[in-house]
Every structure is written in structure tokens, then in C-alpha cells.
T-cell receptor, first 113, second 116 residues
């Protein structure tokens, strides 16, 4: 089982719709969870992090965490063509080095005008 | 966040040669890292660059192949030695910044390396 799994996509949504990106992880000791956006040819950009069960909202983005199910998601409301990118889920292990983020392979999102 | 710069932004190198990538941060940071992102793949941690001591390498990466320097808290270099086409990748410098709740990790713009 891969440590951090994401559907590679592409996920295609119409402009204005809600995009839902999902991520599962295998290590129950994982403590904090991060979503990065990566445009083609660019480096990853931190969008949000979450560490408590439940929802965390920041503008059009909502991160959801369910530690019992080992599941984290990112919702993008009112999707825009500029949101088209690959979204990387990353997990930080409990007890690991501070930089030991484990990344999923990413989900490619395409928002159609 | 921090402003992170890398040089060069891209390079095309011949097999058997070495390339040194520089990473500069606009503020002092305790932890700096080097990642690799191979085509179509996600990010893989190569090593943690430790200031004043030897870097800490992840499984599958060795100092002879990827020597790292960290002379101070704002600068690090990664050398890709004796390159082969399999080393063609994007190399990313990353820093960890303390936040109110969690440490947040940011990436430099990357160095796109092609080995022919």
C-alpha cells in the first residue's frame, strides 16, 4: 500500500462548480496534512494545512480531515480556470523529521470555462 | 513565507559531469531540504541540509552522488555528481518555517536538469 494515495485524474469540472480532491494515507501516526498546488513547470505552492479532525476553510478552499478513516480532502468552491493545476497532498509523520513530508503523486485538476 | 531562489533555473549537462545547484533564502532558517521531482512523479526527499554538519540522506541517496553543503542559515548547495540520464529531474530546495500551529514548508522555484 502506498503511503499517500491520490487519484491521478485528470479531474475535470466546469467553471463555477465545486472541485473535490481526495487523499488517503496509511500511517495512523500522521499528525499534519498539507495541500500544495503545482502549476505545470512551476514548484509546489502551499495552499492549506490541517491537523485537527473536521473542516478548515480559507477563502474558496476547504480542507477536511478524518483521522479515523485516514482521509483528507480539499474542496475548491466556485472553481476558476486559474485553479487548473496538479494538487499534491502531503503528510507529516509523527516522530519523523520535521521536514519528512510524504507526498502523493497528485491529482490533476482541469477547470473548463 | 520566505523568498527562496535557486541557481541555475535549468541546465543541460553531459553524462559523467557534475552540476552544483545553489539555494538562497532571504531569512535565516533552521531546516533546509533538497527534493527531487522526476518527470510525472511526485516529490522525493533527497536529504536534509544541516548547518555546520553533514547532511542527513534519505534511503536511496548517498553523499558521494549528491554532496550537500550548508555553510550558513541562508544558503545551501546540492551537487549532482557523475550524472547519467536517470538524473534528469527537477531539483527543489525547500525550507521549514515555524508557524503558530504547524511548521510550514515552502519550495524554491526549482532547477530543471536534463542529462544527455
Amino acid at each position: 500500500q502506498k503511503e499517500v494515495e491520490q487519484n491521478s485524474g485528470p479531474l475535470s469540472v466546469p467553471e463555477g462548480a465545486i472541485a473535490s480532491l481526495n487523499c488517503t494515507y496509511s500511517d495512523r501516526g500522521s499528525q499534519s496534512f498539507f495541500w500544495y498546488r503545482q502549476y505545470s513547470g512551476k514548484s509546489p505552492e502551499l495552499i492549506m494545512f490541517i491537523y485537527s479532525n473536521g473542516d478548515k476553510e480559507d477563502g474558496r478552499f476547504t480542507a477536511q480531515l478524518n483521522k479515523a478513516s485516514q482521509y483528507v480532502s480539499l474542496l475548491i468552491r466556485d472553481s476558476q480556470p486559474s485553479d487548473s493545476a496538479t494538487y499534491l497532498c502531503a503528510v507529516r509523520r509523527y516522530g519523523g523529521s520535521q521536514g519528512n513530508l510524504i507526498f502523493g503523486k497528485g491529482t490533476k485538476l482541469s477547470v473548463k470555462p | 513565507s520566505a523568498v527562496i531562489s535557486q541557481k541555475p533555473s535549468r541546465d543541460i549537462c553531459q553524462r559523467g559531469t557534475s552540476l552544483t545547484i545553489q539555494c538562497q533564502v532571504d531569512s535565516q532558517v533552521t531546516m533546509m531540504f533538497w527534493y527531487r521531482q522526476q518527470p510525472g512523479q511526485s516529490l522525493t526527499l533527497i536529504a536534509t541540509a544541516n548547518q555546520g554538519s553533514e547532511a542527513t540522506y534519505e534511503s536511496g541517496f548517498v553523499i558521494d552522488k549528491f554532496p550537500i553543503s550548508r555553510p550558513n542559515l541562508t544558503f545551501s548547495t546540492l551537487t549532482v555528481s557523475n550524472m547519467s540520464p536517470e538524473d534528469s529531474s527537477i531539483y527543489l530546495c525547500s525550507v521549514l518555517l515555524p508557524g503558530l500551529a504547524v511548521h510550514e514548508q515552502y519550495f524554491g522555484p526549482g532547477t530543471r536538469l536534463t542529462v544527455t
